[in-house]
Structure formats: C-alpha cells, structure tokens
C-alpha cells in the first residue's frame, strides 16, 4: 500500500495528476449520466453518447449529440450544472475548497496541483485565491440565478421552471458551458435584449480570467481606501486583448453580414446579433440565432475567434488571448527590427514569446490534422467541420448541427478536442514530458536559413 503511493506520488507530474483528475472526473460524470434517473421516462443515453456529454460538460463546451431539454431529467440537470461547476472552476479550486470545508491541511503537493491547474507561476496565496475564486463565482452565478429567475417569471407558467431555467442559465452563462434547458439555447430571447444583456455579462465575468477579477476586487477595495493600485501586465493585456477581439468581431460580423442575414434587421437588432455572437466565441457557445444562417466570411471569423478562444485561468479554452497578444507583439517588434518585446513600459520574458508560438503552432498542427481526418471520414462540408473542430478546441459549443450526426470516430475525435481545449496545450504536452533538465553542455552554434 505505502509502495504503491509512494510510486503515484513520485512518478506522476503536477500536470499528469491534474489531467488525470479530469479523466476522472469524465469517468464520474460519465456514470451519473448514465444513470436512469438522470434521464427523462422512456429516453435512454447511449455509452459514447454519454461519454461525449461528459467530456463536453467537464470541459465546458457544449456541443452535444443528444438534447439536454428532451434527454435529462430535473435531477439529470442538476448534475450536469455540478459536473458544470467542476470543469468551469477547476478541478482543484472546487476540491480546495471541500478540503479546506473538511479541515484538511494543504500541503506542498496539493499546493503544486494547485498551482498547475490555476496556471500560475508561484505558490504564493494559492489557497487564498481558490477560496476567493469560488466565492466570486458562487456569487455571480447567484446574482445571475435571481436576476433571470425573476425575470422569467412571465415567460414560463409556474415559478419553479422560471427559477430552474434561470440557475441553469446563469450556471451555464458564468462557466461559459453553452449548455441550455430551453431546447432552442437564448433563440426565443432574441429580441429581449435584457436576457442577452445579463448572459453577454456572466459570459464575460467567467471567460475573463480569474486573475482579473481578483485584480478588479482589489481595485475597487483600495479605491475605498484611496489607497493606489497598479493592474499587472497580465491584466492590462488580456483585458485589451479581450474587449478588442470582442470589438472586432461584432464589426466584421456586421460587415460581412450587413447584406446577408442582418438585412431586413432593424439596427439594434443588427448590433445585439452582432455583438452576442461575437462575445460568445470568447467561449461561450450559447446563441441567439441559427448559426448556419451567416455568410462564409462570418463563419470564418467566428472559428478564429473560438479557436483563440477565452482569456487563461478562465473557465474557457483555445489558444486563449494573451498568447494571441504575444504572438502578434512579436511579430510586430521582429518586423520593427527589435530583438524585444516590449510593451506597457514592460518588457516580455523570451520564454514567454517561445511559448506563445510553440502554443499556437501546436494548436494549429491539432486542430488541422483533426480537419483532414473528419473531412476524410464524414460527408460533410469543409467549412461545417471547420467551424466544429474550432468549437470543440476552443470549448465554445456552437455548432452548424452536424454534431449528432457525426460517426464514432468523428465522436471520439472532437472528445479528444474538447479535452485538449480544457487542460490546455502546455499540459496536453507536459503529459509525457518528464521533468525539466538542465543541460550540462552545449554544440558550437551554426545558423541555417530561415524562410
């Protein structure tokens, strides 16, 4: 017994526990799923099927195979809002929090567990910031789940499914799921701007990046104080970053479909379909229109955005916006003739300029050999199965409805997406990298030609 901890603990890596805390994780929703009770009478949820929920419910996608409003029952929902929980949060901030709850002491290595599933770079107030990280989160989705339950009051005939609807929703919205209980997503609020207006906020607050929450909270706090406080670069770059692709989209987005779909629309129709649809590339999949319905070009710029994806310690996926910020910075600076990145009177630590590329240039080696194996095996259009793998990866959820209709292996291939696109590239690479060594020599350096 102590041989076989002593192996688990030594031989596996922060990274390789926290993936498998997922793969756990996947295994246990896989089973609730799967249970009858989870499930309307008469509708039964295939072994692949429930799986695919799982992964996409731990993940934080969305996409599904089976109708969550026609497949789950009311117990069934309150699962996946807590499997929901666990993949938007974090597997480690939540069970921080039960540990703490049941008076465990958090040791060294939970704190490195800790530390790799947050994406930080210290041990420093890492417990702190998981408490603080559920109670903001637990309070949003609250706020969330009151505002909509109200509201919802005149849209649904008793006050049970008002307020059912809106915990879920806000659940949902807030961790960025895409998930919906309405069988049609935010489609029957399309003209009820409040509804899209409270989801585009909870939307935003979750695919953020915790870290910049924390930062606002501390803000405001020394404000009361008037007490002076500096944001980070991290916060300053993922904030610009952020609302500037949010920005970007909603003006192609109108561009490009001013004369398509968004033609006969008044224009604050044209603004919020514009501007709901781009904020929910950030991650959150949820739609107040039939996807399908764009323009190409459209379609192209939403599969950018997802594959970029939300903001990092977030609850959200892809390549996430301050690598996209960094890549970009570099790129610019090497054709300025700098040797640096500098930018906010900081300067860029190289390694973070190597790992946004390595970032990048394995994502998109990913998500296209998963292209050309889908386009091989499933008969569906190059664009449709485009716009499906950046969803999967990015974890946003949206669909052109091609996803029940998918072959096992197209199934097991967009699984294998969505849970690359939770844990992040780093750790899909770090699985079976052992650990950092240094190197005791070196070979005289020669130059090669590049480009």
């Known amino acids: 017994m102590f041989s076989q901890r002593k192996w688990f603990n030594i031989k596996l890596t922060s990274v390789q526990m926290i993936v498998l805390f997922y793969l756990v994780a996947v295994i246990t929703a896989t089973i609730l799923f799967s249970l009858p009770i989870s499930h309307k009478p008469g509708v039964e949820l295939s072994f692949l099927d429930a799986i695919f929920t799982a992964v996409s419910a731990v993940s934080v996608t969305g996409l599904t195979v089976v109708s969550t409003a026609d497949t789950f029952s009311v117990t069934g929902i309150f699962m996946l809002a807590f499997v929901l929980q666990f993949g938007g949060i974090g597997i480690m901030t939540l069970g921080t929090f039960i540990w703490l709850i049941l008076g465990k002491k958090i040791g060294l290595r939970e704190r490195q567990l800790i530390m790799t599933d947050q994406n930080r770079g210290t041990f420093s107030g890492l417990v702190q910031l998981t408490r603080e990280i559920f109670k903001l989160i637990v309070i949003i989705e609250a706020i969330g789940a009151v505002i909509l339950g109200l509201y919802f009051l005149k849209?649904?005939?008793?006050?049970?499914?008002a307020f059912l609807q809106g915990f879920f929703a806000s659940v949902s919205a807030t961790t960025n799921a895409g998930f919906d209980i309405t069988g049609t997503?935010?489609?029957?609020?399309?003209?009820?701007?409040?509804?899209?207006?409270?989801?585009?906020?909870?939307?935003?607050?979750?695919?953020?990046?915790?870290?910049?929450?924390?930062?606002?909270?501390?803000?405001?706090?020394?404000?009361?104080?008037?007490?002076?406080?500096n944001f980070s670069l991290f916060t300053k770059l993922t904030t610009i970053t952020f609302f500037g692709l949010t920005i970007l989209g909603t003006i192609f987005i109108l561009i490009f479909d001013w004369s398509n779909f968004l033609l006969d629309k008044s224009w604050h129709e044209k603004f919020f379909y514009a501007l709901f649809q781009s904020v929910t590339t950030r991650n959150g999949g949820l739609a107040t229109m039939e996807v399908s319905e764009f323009s190409t070009p459209t379609l192209l710029i939403i599969s950018v955005l997802m594959f970029i994806g939300a903001s990092p310690s977030s609850v959200g996926g892809g390549i996430r916006t301050t690598t996209f910020a960094i890549v970009l910075l570099a790129i610019f600076s090497f054709s300025r003739g700098k040797k640096s990145v500098k930018i906010f009177r900081r300067e860029l630590d190289p390694d973070d300029v190597i790992k946004s590329f390595v970032v990048i240039s394995v994502a998109i080696f990913i998500c296209g050999s998963a292209v050309i194996f889908l386009s091989a095996y499933e008969p569906f259009p190059l664009l449709h199965i485009i716009f499906e793998v950046a969803s999967a990866f990015g974890t946003t959820g949206l669909s052109m409805g091609i996803t029940p209709d998918l072959s096992p292996l197209g199934k097991q291939i967009i699984i294998v997406l969505m849970f690359i696109g939770r844990i992040g590239i780093f750790s899909f690479l770090f699985i079976v990298r052992g650990k950092e060594t240094h190197e005791h020599y070196h070979f005289p350096k020669e130059k090669v030609i590049i480009g």
């Open 155 to 161: 849209y649904f005939p008793t006050w049970q499914e």
């Open 185 to 229: 997503s935010l489609m029957p609020f399309a003209d009820d701007y409040f509804v899209q207006s409270i989801n585009m906020i909870l939307l935003i607050l979750g695919a953020i990046g915790f870290p910049v929450l924390m930062e606002v909270k501390e803000f405001v706090r020394n404000r009361k104080h008037k007490k002076k406080f």
